[in-house]
């Protein structure tokens, strides 16, 4: 097989993060037993699996499982990710429309380097909890013209610990001045975190609260995104790094300490939700989704069987460039270099 063929050149901007992501998946093999991502993109489910294209032209792997995290796959996570920030742009531009508006809120805590990431979600979200509760909260909703929120939990890793934070988006009523905003929240994630044992946060960096100025589509895109999309943010310094981040470390000589990062971050996530959302922000949502209504299905391309699978995930950079191949409509020669990495293309028959 030319080598031209096995290092062709992939795509760039979505193409090349979904390439990225398929071979980053090949790493599992140091993922515990636990773990589901210990089986993503590996096991099948049955007694083959299917090289499929979708009606959007997207090439993948079918009859294989999948481990649905939200957390920390580097396949899973952008797909989930990326459906739920198309729900929350529907959401935001229904309550924009009828004359509301937005603000991104920040909440942050001081950490150590010896804090255990568990404790520390556990105490973000009883903080929070705490928060938007009781006759505080309600007074504060009516005061500052809150009608809905959406929380999302983010993490980063570095040489000063694990730092939990929360990306909030407000859905106001009205026009909002943003420092009245800013000081009663302040004050109020203050008494919170003093109240359930956490560092007391600072006045700079405990909350802050930004207006993405102007009730516009691209408004809408950037706050929903910054709420959703923690997969596509990066650390915001070369000593920081977030969540698949880690994936790229753990092929540098850093590679141990990303490994046990990862580690620790899913033993952490294991059944915690990522995003909550409140009860008026879900009536903005429509009933029906997208992905809730008849579409084509996908065409199969070639049927391998569990051995020749064996030999196939093994070559994680010949599988992705195959899958590449397809994308671009290259049948044969991805169906060609399928086969010079272990597929009997004797028994695989393309559809």
């Known amino acids: 097989m030319p080598e031209t063929l096995v290092d062709l050149p992939i795509a760039d901007g979505r193409g090349a993060r979904r390439v990225t992501a398929r071979r ?55 797909w989930i990710r990326w459906r739920r920030e198309q729900v929350l742009r529907q959401a935001m531009d229904a309550h924009v429309a009828m004359g509301g508006s937005l603000r991104l809120l920040t909440l942050t805590v001081p950490h150590t380097p010896s804090d255990q990431l568990d ?53 106001l009523d009205g026009p909002a001045d943003d420092e009245t905003v800013r000081v009663w929240w302040h004050r109020r994630w203050v008494a919170a975190c003093e109240r359930f044992g956490l560092h007391r946060p600072s006045a700079a960096r405990g909350v802050t609260v930004r ?12 706050v929903a ?24 470390l753990a092929s540098t000589d850093r590679a141990r300490w990303a490994r046990d990062a990862w580690l620790d971050l899913a033993a952490a996530t294991r059944g915690r939700h990522a ?39 093994h070559q994680p950079t010949a599988l992705t460039n195959a899958l590449v191949l397809y994308e671009q409509g290259h049948d044969a020669q991805a169906a060609a270099l399928l086969h010079a990495f272990g597929a009997d293309i004797s028994s695989i028959a393309p559809q």
């Open 24 to 78: 980053l998946r090949t790493m599992w093999f140091w993922a515990p037993g636990w773990s589901r991502q210990a089986c993503c993109g590996r096991i099948p489910t049955g007694g083959q699996v299917a090289v499929v294209r979708s009606p959007s032209g997207s090439a993948y792997v079918a009859g294989v499982q999948r481990c649905g995290s939200i957390w920390c796959c580097p396949t899973c996570t952008p």
């Open 225 to 248: 995104t910054e709420v959703a999309r923690a997969d596509v943010k990066t650390g915001r310094d070369k000593a920081r790094f977030a969540v698949l981040q880690l994936f790229d």
């Open 211 to 222: 207006d993405i100025a102007g009730s516009t589509a691209g408004y809408v895109v950037r």
């Open 275 to 313: 995003t909550y959302t409140s009860a008026g922000l879900r009536r903005l949502i429509p009933r029906v989704q997208p992905a809730d209504l008849p579409q084509c299905p996908p065409s199969e391309l070639v049927v391998i069987d569990a051995e020749q699978w064996r030999a196939l995930r």
């Open 119 to 171: 404790r520390l979600f556990d105490g973000v979200a009883a903080v929070w909890r705490w928060s938007v509760s009781g006759r505080i909260w309600m007074g504060a909703q009516r005061g500052l013209g809150i009608s809905a929120w959406v929380r999302s939990m983010e993490v980063t890793a570095g040489a000063g610990g694990w730092h939990p934070h929360l990306h909030v988006a407000l859905l």
